[in-house]
């Protein structure tokens, strides 16, 4: 129910204090994840627009998701915690800065992945480049979970920030469309 | 570009010139390979970080480090292949316009460290042209070493970002940096002041 409000009325957009983006914004700030690269995707862009809207998080575009990853990864190195957004064709980009920066010098990399490519999607290389992200995830043994479910995602956003923070390893936190809604065809 | 009225520099010289100048525990971030050698070779500190892969970041790791820590000021070095790997960066920086951050560039138009083939850029790009058309107006070549010490001064003082071009020689790397990346991340987060050792 509250997925379908989600996707139908822009109204959900602007910082709704139950919904997906509204959750993932807040549980950002506890956390004191203030610099926010991303690459956009249309699904995140209520959780862009409210973060850009919020003068806590330094909100910006990048080129390219590995650019993101390097800027977060300085970041953490100079004291400031951040996080990546980015949609799952862009995860695809990841797999070297992964191996040679996040993974080897234990930088507790937090992306969010708007998943793309499953439970609807109309575009078959969406569709084919979303099977190589948790085969590359698992190759990495990088913790990784897919949230499909609004009321457990708190909890998982909040635990996995702690535990890389506190591990000093990367973490992935998939976006599933069962949380999100996703993109079909008709947006 | 046989246009450039610059001297053909060396970049173990450049470096230890630049890090001669350093008296304010400014972080500098040495990209892959020949660059972060050389600058490892000049001495190391406590503020430098030295990457070993991720070709191309050297100025997106500089600009986290530079938005994190905006009281530091923050260099960066990188190789002409490497920034061609990550352009996009230029306009990101220039978006944000830390005023603590100056990215030079050493271009020898080669990839020296695999064979020196030619970049594709060689004899065709000027990097300067590209970081002003990527909205980095402070951008410059630097004429020869004293122009060069010149221009690193003026970082110094700077309230935008800034980048400063090296035409240098194909020579190797003087030094080889240690291996050992938590250890780098470790003390270079120390240099930053950001931890204690335990």
């Known amino acids: 129910m509250a997925i379908a409000e989600q996707r139908t009325s822009p109204q959900a957009a602007q910082g709704s204090e139950g919904s997906w983006h509204g959750i993932v914004l807040q549980t950002l700030k506890r956390n004191e994840i203030s610099l926010i690269p991303y690459v956009p995707d249309r699904v995140l862009t209520p959780l862009i627009k409210n973060l850009h809207a919020d003068p806590f998080f330094t909100t910006f575009a990048t080129a390219r998701e590995e650019e993101a990853v390097g800027i977060v990864s300085g970041a953490w190195m100079g004291g400031r915690r951040g996080a990546v957004l980015m949609q799952t064709s862009g995860f695809a980009t990841l797999a070297n800065v992964l191996a040679s920066l996040a993974v080897p010098y234990q930088i507790p990399l937090i992306m969010f992945v708007s998943e793309r490519g499953t439970l609807g999607e109309f575009n078959y290389g969406q569709s084919l480049v979303c099977r190589t992200m948790r085969p590359v995830l698992d190759s990495l043994a990088l913790e990784h979970h897919t949230i499909t479910r609004l009321d457990e995602l708190e909890f998982i956003t909040d635990r996995s920030i702690r535990q890389a923070v506190t591990t000093q390893a990367p973490v992935a936190l998939i976006l599933n469309p069962l949380l999100t809604g996703g993109k079909v065809f008709d947006k | ?198």
């Open chain 2, 1 to 198: 570009m046989n246009t450039r009225n610059t001297k053909v520099m060396n970049r173990f010289d450049v470096t230890s010139r630049l890090v001669a100048k350093l008296k304010h525990e400014e972080a500098v971030i040495g990209g892959i390979g020949n660059t972060n050698f050389d600058l490892w070779a000049a001495g190391h500190r406590p503020q430098n970080f030295y990457m070993l892969g991720s070709m191309g970041l050297a100025f997106p790791i500089a600009l986290g480090v530079a938005l994190a820590q905006p009281g530091r000021r923050v260099f960066a070095l990188e190789g002409d292949g490497s920034l061609l790997m990550q352009l996009g960066a230029l306009s990101t920086i220039a978006a944000l316009k830390p005023k603590n951050l100056t990215m030079i560039v050493m271009d020898n138009g080669v990839y020296q460290i695999t064979g020196a083939q030619l970049t594709p850029a060689a004899g065709v790009a000027d990097i300067v042209a590209i970081a002003i058309g990527s909205g980095l107006a402070n951008s410059a070549w630097a004429a020869d070493e004293e122009d060069f010490e010149r221009l690193v001064d003026d970082a110094m003082a700077a309230t935008e970002p800034g980048l400063i071009a090296v035409r240098i020689d194909d020579k190797p790397g003087v030094g080889t940096t240690r291996r050992d990346p938590v250890q780098i991340r470790e003390r270079f987060m120390h240099g930053l002041g950001v931890r204690e050792p335990l």
